[in-house]
């Protein structure tokens, strides 16, 4: 495709402009009142799930680990009530810390979400479309579309990348017809890959990210939907991209054209194990992310409830 | 008192061995399914809010503000699809920012909840009772208390500590009865406080923080009812502790002794308003902190769903 | 003055060119290696003294502080070998920590030193003019100048800036004429202040910092002299400035137009006192930044040898 | 060897007490004003030299990359004097960056130099033997020994451990007599080998560090010289032990028993380069290590002088 192809593509899931020019909240603007009331009634069993993980292990793919650090253990004196106290250093994006992007974390053609300069993203922080749009969190209804379901594997080829197709029928295994103000999260199993193939596995030779995800047909079907949030145990693109003028096309269509927000790394496995037993892939979905006042995003651990 | 006393004190809410030797979870083990499915039913109106802050400006009572660091901004050169990206250095614990405490954060005489040694909580993490056993969040019936209600003032005043039957009076006022299970809000009115009197106003003259919140009356109140989390927009004690040989009672025999987790300096402002608007206390609560294997508590941002 | 004036002071002492259009060391070009033989003759009585802080604690003037957090202490297993480590974080600019700042910390109208745009300090480090400049540290001549000696008073008065005829007058008193290739350590007294006004005399009543150091006069002063690198107990220039459209006149006229390092924050008493008691206010200087390839400065611990 | 026997070794070359109890210098106390004043007499060609290296690359052998964050860039609007700022975040310890160890870094059983408890080292910093006992740096005669001239190779083969006959013949080929307050360079030509190896061929197949160092054999040769400080291109052992019953005997030999300080992973290739040229392999040294009131060693950029 020319570039100019390329950019029609995005163009044609813009949702610029139809929450207003100040819009800083693109999709999660669908969770309407009666979108929360009516996610609250899919809680039937009360099982309560968590779907974050922090990844504090060095590794190919994960450069800049999280960090912990005690500042006062338990080999202090103790003055009638002993403390302990840490600090915590997360650089939260990459590939393996589960963590929501704020809109600011992309753009394209010097341009993020709903028109704003790049150049507004500073090196003092985001001025606009910063993670702390979300400072009330997310609360709706979670849908989960197994993919390794739909390729009768354990797992998703990373190789292969996850089309409208395969999402239709995803969504078809679930049960479940994924609308406006909806959470979707997409498990590409790759727990189970890396039980298998083991971390060094989600690298190419060549040392790009080497993990499953949808490509660029995904973007009209997750459009004409009005998703308000999407997920992955994944990170949400297919890596390396098969597109040559479009790198993480995922990430743009959803971040800088359609206003939706999208958690990567997610810890899918019990949340899978949990609505296989129930037969139910819906459910009360919350995400709380940290409110830094002009960060690019953070991490988290969203929570579902069956 | 004698420290004999104390102990005792303390011994009497204890909930040490109630669900086994090597429980982790304390009261979080009375949100039984029922729990969570009846909290889900206070959704009514859909309305979604946050009650965490991070506070990153420098102060008397934050001397180790909430770091954020721009790693890539909108200045770098974009290839195809520009990224943005930062670092989050957080030290949890504090007066400033929200958060939640684990079990290990607090020891009396030696000992962590369920009667580990603080040994345990070492330089490398804590070996038990660290926040990872929040790993799937906490989701249960929320309520909020309204202090300054009960005093007919706009803010608690932080010299007189609140005391079993102000609890009393404020849940009267609040038309709910708290139970086994519920995650009960001390809203003390540090907002409107802080507007009038300043930062400084949270610091004594000799320097100690200086913090509306409960003496040790209120732990057999608290007991008695079997909540399974206190959280506050102050500190969770009276500071400075009226109390010559119990420092922070309520930190003791809420994470010591009744296993009982506490999330400190709640941004409670926007819920009470909503709540006051509502004529309704009680909501949907969710906390989810990020699960750090060894760490002694989280960052947190609590949602509330009316 | 107007702007143009400013400008034209600037410009007056500018080095831009004098070492080539690539220069990235300025006036440490002069320290030739006749400089440092000379300056190891210094070397008498083998008295080795440091002359660097590292201030870990919180303070009006010190928002951010240097953080060491231990990773691994004694209360850890042993294995033949015990080992503590541990992990320090510096954010070495301020009014605190020793530190020597790089051309690449201050810009003049868009401008660093040689004439580089500011826009090569990126997001992701300084592309032009940063502190790996200074991989192989100065050596050189250091000479003390001691400026309550000229008020015959214990510390310089913060209200009063230091002009050139302060540093004349400081120089007959020292017997040393400094020369090209010197670095200039400009003792204004500042730990003696603290001692009777506490840090909290560094700030003004609005929340400036108020530090002695010399006025805009001193700048054709450095600059005749041909000194290779400026340092101080304080912070460089006086604050808050009295020029009202100039903004930090040294750390402008040093760093951007002459190409001078600057020292900030040092701790000079020692040095002071070994130079009194010795009638000798000249000796050996080493000073070797952490060669980060893209830092805008470093922490330090500059060395005199007597 | 048996237990008892490593023990034996160790107390053969302790000097505990030989400086009194409460000694936190150990062999520096051997850097005599004499020593200090005759090393600078070695200065002859003015040439400078730096020999540290900051590595804020990723790698197998290097986990915990030193970080730089930007936290002000050119991209800010400026207000008469624009200002960049940055932090910078090192985890000293490991096979990576520059550091010198405190003599906290390391004990054996239970004990560190001098004798007192590794109790003493705890999660809030280390109450003795801490860097601040360097903070007024380290002068003295520094030696460069140039192991890969011994073997007529490259670069050592770590395989080999260095022994005290290794260090007789490269002393004699240096033309120096290592004595009382030396800094002893060990060159092992490391990076000559990871130009040919890469970074990867530092570890083993294990996973464990692969680099050329000295055998326990080479303690009483150091201590029989009396040496100040000990440094390396390497990490100062080699790696891995070949001693079944000692992990890392040149670390507690030196740091616990001896009183000897380290530096691991200099830089030395131009050290190296000057000293070939000038026919001549001993200079003016000085290293000073950031004044840290309780941490376990620094980042350092160690300078010499011919």
């Given at each position: ?6 950019k029609?593509?995005?163009?044609a ?6 929450w207003?020019?100040?819009d ?5 603007n ?5 979108v929360?009331t ?8 009360g ?34 009530c002993?403390?302990a106290a ?19 974390h992309?753009?394209f053609?010097?341009r993020?979400?709903n ?6 993203v ?11 749009a ?10 989960l ?7 009768g594997?354990?797992f ?7 089309t ?12 479940v ?6 959470a979707?999260?997409?498990?590409v ?6 039980r ?8 190419t030779?060549?040392?790009?990210l ?5 490509d660029?047909?995904a973007?009209p ?22 597109h ?24 899918l496995e ?5 609505c ?8 009360l ?8 006042a002009r960060?690019?995003g953070?991490?988290v ?6």
């Open positions: 495709m020319t570039t100019d192809e390329v029609r593509r995005y163009e899931v813009s949702n610029w402009g139809r207003g020019a100040d800083a909240r693109g999709t999660l669908l969770i309407t009142a009666e929360v009516r996610a609250a009634t899919l809680v039937r069993s099982r309560v799930i968590g779907c974050g993980r922090i990844d504090e292990t060095p590794s190919v793919i994960n450069p800049v680990p999280a960090a912990h650090h005690m500042l006062a253990a338990g080999d202090l004196p103790e003055d009638g002993g403390i840490d600090y915590l250093g997360i650089a939260p994006h990459g590939a393996s810390t589960t963590h929501i992007d704020a809109f600011c992309i753009y053609d010097g993020m979400y028109g704003h300069p790049a150049s507004l500073r090196s003092d922080g985001a001025q606009v479309n910063s993670i702390a979300l400072a009330d969190g997310v609360t709706t209804r979670g849908i579309l197994d993919l390794p379901a739909v390729a594997e354990p998703w080829d990373p190789a292969r990348p996850i409208a197709t395969d999402l239709d029928r995803a969504a078809e295994l679930a049960g017809e994924p609308g406006p103000g909806d979707l999260l997409l498990r199993g790759r727990e189970p890959r890396r298998l193939h083991g971390v060094a596995g989600e690298r030779a060549d040392g790009s080497f993990l499953a995800g949808p660029a047909s973007l079907w997750l459009h004409d939907r009005d998703i308000a949030l999407l997920g992955s145990d994944g990170g949400n693109d297919a890596l390396p991209s098969p040559t003028r479009e790198r993480m096309p995922i990430h743009v269509g959803c971040l800088v054209f359609m206003g939706v927000h999208l958690i990567d790394n997610m810890h019990d949340l899978h194990a949990a296989t037993a129930a037969g139910r892939f819906e459910f979905f919350t995400v709380s992310p940290l409110p830094f960060a690019t953070s991490p651990n969203p929570i579902a409830v069956l």
